[in-house]
Protein backbone atom coordinates (compact mmCIF):
# COMPACT_ATOMS: atom_id res chain seq x y z
CA UNK A 1 0.00 0.00 0.00
CA UNK A 2 0.93 3.71 -0.19
CA UNK A 3 0.08 5.84 2.05
CA UNK A 4 -0.13 9.40 2.33
CA UNK A 5 -0.57 11.94 5.72
CA UNK A 6 -3.65 14.06 5.55
CA UNK A 7 -1.82 17.10 7.26
CA UNK A 8 -5.44 18.83 7.81
CA UNK A 9 -5.93 16.36 11.09
CA UNK A 10 -2.08 14.95 11.93
CA UNK A 11 1.32 17.11 12.94
CA UNK A 12 -1.71 19.39 13.91
CA UNK A 13 0.43 20.90 17.14
CA UNK A 14 2.55 22.69 13.95
CA UNK A 15 1.86 25.27 11.56
CA UNK A 16 0.35 24.55 8.39
CA UNK A 17 3.70 25.49 6.83
CA UNK A 18 5.65 22.71 9.03
CA UNK A 19 3.69 19.87 8.68
CA UNK A 20 4.99 18.63 4.58
CA UNK A 21 8.24 18.50 6.19
CA UNK A 22 7.15 16.38 8.84
CA UNK A 23 5.77 14.26 7.08
CA UNK A 24 8.85 13.80 5.12
CA UNK A 25 10.76 13.25 8.16
CA UNK A 26 8.31 10.32 9.29
CA UNK A 27 8.85 8.69 6.39
CA UNK A 28 6.12 9.62 3.68
CA UNK A 29 6.30 10.93 -0.02
CA UNK A 30 3.08 12.02 -0.26
CA UNK A 31 0.35 14.29 1.43
CA UNK A 32 -3.55 15.41 1.84
CA UNK A 33 -5.51 18.50 2.53
CA UNK A 34 -8.73 19.45 3.54
CA UNK A 35 -8.90 23.28 1.84
CA UNK A 36 -6.69 25.21 4.13
CA UNK A 37 -7.59 28.60 3.91
CA UNK A 38 -10.40 30.43 5.27
CA UNK A 39 -11.55 31.89 1.66
CA UNK A 40 -12.40 30.07 -1.24
CA UNK A 41 -9.66 32.26 -3.28
CA UNK A 42 -6.94 33.17 -1.22
CA UNK A 43 -3.89 35.08 -2.41
CA UNK A 44 -1.20 34.51 -4.43
CA UNK A 45 1.32 34.83 -1.94
CA UNK A 46 -0.58 32.45 0.46
CA UNK A 47 -0.56 29.38 -2.62
CA UNK A 48 2.72 30.04 -3.51
CA UNK A 49 3.91 30.02 0.51
CA UNK A 50 1.87 26.49 0.82
CA UNK A 51 3.26 25.11 -2.84
CA UNK A 52 6.79 25.61 -1.63
CA UNK A 53 6.43 24.25 1.87
CA UNK A 54 5.07 20.77 0.04
CA UNK A 55 7.97 21.10 -2.62
CA UNK A 56 10.15 21.71 -0.65
CA UNK A 57 9.75 19.11 1.83
CA UNK A 58 9.87 16.68 -0.97
CA UNK A 59 6.69 14.98 -0.70
CA UNK A 60 3.82 15.09 -3.19
CA UNK A 61 0.07 16.85 -2.72
CA UNK A 62 -1.95 13.57 -3.62
CA UNK A 63 -5.51 15.11 -2.44
CA UNK A 64 -6.81 18.02 -1.98
CA UNK A 65 -10.87 19.28 -0.53
CA UNK A 66 -12.40 22.13 -2.52
CA UNK A 67 -13.80 24.55 -0.33
CA UNK A 68 -15.87 23.18 2.47
CA UNK A 69 -16.77 26.06 4.21
CA UNK A 70 -16.10 26.39 8.60
CA UNK A 71 -15.24 22.55 9.16
CA UNK A 72 -14.38 23.54 12.33
CA UNK A 73 -17.68 24.71 13.24
CA UNK A 74 -19.23 21.57 11.82
CA UNK A 75 -19.97 22.46 7.76
CA UNK A 76 -19.33 20.04 5.58
CA UNK A 77 -19.56 21.51 1.78
CA UNK A 78 -20.64 23.85 -0.25
CA UNK A 79 -21.49 21.73 -3.01
CA UNK A 80 -25.72 21.02 -2.73
CA UNK A 81 -26.03 24.48 -0.56
CA UNK A 82 -27.74 27.41 -2.68
CA UNK A 83 -26.54 29.93 -0.59
CA UNK A 84 -23.07 28.58 -1.34
CA UNK A 85 -23.04 27.72 -4.72
CA UNK A 86 -21.42 31.00 -5.84
CA UNK A 87 -18.58 30.08 -3.24
CA UNK A 88 -17.88 26.58 -4.26
CA UNK A 89 -17.74 27.93 -7.93
CA UNK A 90 -15.40 31.02 -7.18
CA UNK A 91 -12.98 28.07 -5.21
CA UNK A 92 -13.01 25.57 -8.53
CA UNK A 93 -10.78 26.74 -10.48
CA UNK A 94 -8.62 27.80 -7.65
CA UNK A 95 -8.51 24.43 -6.31
CA UNK A 96 -7.64 23.06 -9.47
CA UNK A 97 -4.72 25.14 -10.77
CA UNK A 98 -3.36 24.25 -6.81
CA UNK A 99 -3.82 20.92 -7.54
CA UNK A 100 -2.62 21.35 -11.36
CA UNK A 101 0.52 22.98 -10.31
CA UNK A 102 1.59 20.21 -7.83
CA UNK A 103 0.60 17.55 -9.65
CA UNK A 104 -2.32 16.36 -7.27
CA UNK A 105 -5.17 13.98 -8.88
CA UNK A 106 -7.45 13.82 -6.38
CA UNK A 107 -10.08 16.51 -5.71
CA UNK A 108 -12.65 16.00 -3.06
CA UNK A 109 -16.55 17.62 -3.22
CA UNK A 110 -17.93 17.63 0.14
CA UNK A 111 -21.94 17.47 -0.61
CA UNK A 112 -22.77 20.17 2.41
CA UNK A 113 -25.36 20.22 5.15
CA UNK A 114 -28.67 19.42 5.31
CA UNK A 115 -31.11 21.63 5.75
CA UNK A 116 -31.24 23.60 2.35
CA UNK A 117 -29.07 20.72 -0.21
CA UNK A 118 -30.49 20.57 -3.38
CA UNK A 119 -29.86 17.42 -5.10
CA UNK A 120 -29.85 19.53 -9.00
CA UNK A 121 -27.69 21.88 -7.71
CA UNK A 122 -25.44 19.23 -6.35
CA UNK A 123 -25.20 17.55 -9.71
CA UNK A 124 -24.96 20.55 -11.72
CA UNK A 125 -21.75 21.77 -9.57
CA UNK A 126 -19.74 18.31 -9.30
CA UNK A 127 -20.24 18.29 -13.55
CA UNK A 128 -18.53 21.96 -13.39
CA UNK A 129 -15.87 20.98 -10.75
CA UNK A 130 -15.24 17.76 -12.90
CA UNK A 131 -14.74 19.48 -15.73
CA UNK A 132 -12.33 21.87 -14.32
CA UNK A 133 -10.55 18.82 -12.97
CA UNK A 134 -10.58 16.79 -16.17
CA UNK A 135 -8.52 19.62 -17.72
CA UNK A 136 -5.92 19.54 -16.04
CA UNK A 137 -5.97 15.70 -15.22
CA UNK A 138 -7.52 15.44 -12.22
CA UNK A 139 -10.60 13.24 -10.62
CA UNK A 140 -13.08 14.55 -8.14
CA UNK A 141 -14.16 12.36 -5.24
CA UNK A 142 -17.43 11.98 -3.87
CA UNK A 143 -17.48 10.86 -0.09
CA UNK A 144 -20.05 9.68 2.40
CA UNK A 145 -19.70 10.78 6.28
CA UNK A 146 -20.95 9.22 9.33
CA UNK A 147 -24.33 10.35 10.42
CA UNK A 148 -22.99 9.71 14.10
CA UNK A 149 -20.36 12.84 13.57
CA UNK A 150 -21.74 14.75 10.84
CA UNK A 151 -25.59 14.30 11.46
CA UNK A 152 -26.79 16.54 9.30
CA UNK A 153 -25.01 15.18 6.06
CA UNK A 154 -27.44 13.48 3.62
CA UNK A 155 -24.51 11.31 2.03
CA UNK A 156 -23.78 8.60 4.58
CA UNK A 157 -23.81 5.29 2.24
CA UNK A 158 -21.49 3.97 -0.59
CA UNK A 159 -24.78 3.55 -2.59
CA UNK A 160 -26.11 7.18 -1.75
CA UNK A 161 -22.78 8.38 -3.36
CA UNK A 162 -22.88 6.26 -5.84
CA UNK A 163 -26.38 7.00 -7.01
CA UNK A 164 -24.99 10.84 -7.12
CA UNK A 165 -21.77 9.90 -8.75
CA UNK A 166 -24.06 7.39 -11.59
CA UNK A 167 -26.61 10.74 -11.79
CA UNK A 168 -23.53 13.41 -12.72
CA UNK A 169 -22.24 10.95 -15.41
CA UNK A 170 -18.48 12.12 -15.89
CA UNK A 171 -15.81 9.31 -16.21
CA UNK A 172 -13.75 11.55 -13.53
CA UNK A 173 -16.00 11.75 -10.83
CA UNK A 174 -15.21 8.32 -8.76
CA UNK A 175 -15.95 7.28 -4.04
CA UNK A 176 -13.96 8.58 -2.17
CA UNK A 177 -13.41 5.63 0.43
CA UNK A 178 -13.33 6.67 3.74
CA UNK A 179 -13.41 3.27 5.25
CA UNK A 180 -13.95 4.63 9.06
CA UNK A 181 -16.93 6.65 8.04
CA UNK A 182 -18.64 3.35 6.02
CA UNK A 183 -17.47 1.20 8.86
CA UNK A 184 -19.18 3.22 11.82
CA UNK A 185 -22.43 3.32 9.43
CA UNK A 186 -22.72 -0.94 9.32
CA UNK A 187 -21.06 -1.36 6.12
CA UNK A 188 -19.14 -4.55 5.12
CA UNK A 189 -15.76 -2.85 4.44
CA UNK A 190 -14.65 -5.76 2.87
CA UNK A 191 -17.44 -6.71 1.07
CA UNK A 192 -17.58 -3.37 -0.19
CA UNK A 193 -13.85 -3.37 -1.73
CA UNK A 194 -14.41 -6.67 -3.02
CA UNK A 195 -17.25 -5.64 -4.99
CA UNK A 196 -16.61 -2.31 -6.06
CA UNK A 197 -12.76 -1.15 -5.57
CA UNK A 198 -13.02 -0.29 -9.15
CA UNK A 199 -15.09 2.87 -8.24
CA UNK A 200 -12.66 4.25 -5.85
CA UNK A 201 -11.15 7.43 -6.58
CA UNK A 202 -8.96 7.43 -3.41
CA UNK A 203 -9.26 5.74 0.29
CA UNK A 204 -8.84 7.01 3.68
CA UNK A 205 -8.58 5.11 7.20
CA UNK A 206 -8.71 5.58 10.79
CA UNK A 207 -9.95 2.15 13.36
CA UNK A 208 -13.37 2.40 14.47
CA UNK A 209 -14.27 3.12 17.55
CA UNK A 210 -12.29 6.22 17.90
CA UNK A 211 -11.16 7.10 14.71
CA UNK A 212 -7.74 6.60 16.21
CA UNK A 213 -4.75 4.77 14.08
CA UNK A 214 -4.89 1.28 12.66
CA UNK A 215 -5.14 -1.19 15.39
CA UNK A 216 -6.20 1.06 17.89
CA UNK A 217 -10.28 0.14 17.55
CA UNK A 218 -11.83 -3.24 16.08
CA UNK A 219 -11.51 -2.64 12.04
CA UNK A 220 -9.17 -5.58 10.36
CA UNK A 221 -6.59 -3.08 8.83
CA UNK A 222 -4.28 -6.09 7.65
CA UNK A 223 -7.00 -8.12 5.91
CA UNK A 224 -8.16 -4.76 4.41
CA UNK A 225 -4.99 -3.93 3.07
CA UNK A 226 -4.56 -7.85 1.89
CA UNK A 227 -8.15 -6.91 0.01
CA UNK A 228 -7.49 -3.37 -1.15
CA UNK A 229 -4.20 -5.22 -2.96
CA UNK A 230 -6.37 -8.14 -4.46
CA UNK A 231 -9.10 -6.14 -5.96
CA UNK A 232 -5.90 -3.92 -7.81
CA UNK A 233 -6.70 -0.82 -5.92
CA UNK A 234 -3.29 1.18 -6.99
CA UNK A 235 -4.01 4.76 -5.22
CA UNK A 236 -2.72 6.18 -2.05
CA UNK A 237 -4.25 5.48 1.66
CA UNK A 238 -4.81 8.45 3.77
CA UNK A 239 -4.34 8.49 7.27
CA UNK A 240 -6.56 10.50 8.12
CA UNK A 241 -7.26 9.77 11.99
CA UNK A 242 -6.54 11.30 15.26
CA UNK A 243 -3.27 11.16 17.54
CA UNK A 244 -1.56 13.14 19.51
CA UNK A 245 2.21 12.80 20.66
CA UNK A 246 4.52 10.23 19.77
CA UNK A 247 3.69 6.96 17.97
CA UNK A 248 1.30 8.21 15.33
CA UNK A 249 2.74 5.79 13.16
CA UNK A 250 3.70 2.96 15.08
CA UNK A 251 1.19 0.30 13.95
CA UNK A 252 3.40 0.38 10.57
CA UNK A 253 5.98 -1.53 12.16
CA UNK A 254 3.68 -3.89 13.76
Known sequence: MRFDVNLSILFTELPLLERPAAAAKAGFDAVELWWPFGTPEPS?????????????????????????????????????????????????????????????????????????TDRALAVTNLRVAADAAAAVGATVVVEALNSRENPHYPITSSAAAFDLIDEVGRENVAFLADLYHLHVMGEDVLGLIDAHAARFGHVQIADDPGRGQPGSGRMPYPEIFDRLAAAGYRGHVGLEYRHEGPGAFAWRQQ
Open 44 to 116: RAELDALRGAIQDAGVRLVGLNFDAGDMAAGERGLLARPGDSTRFLANVGVAAGFAAELGCGTLNALYGNDPG
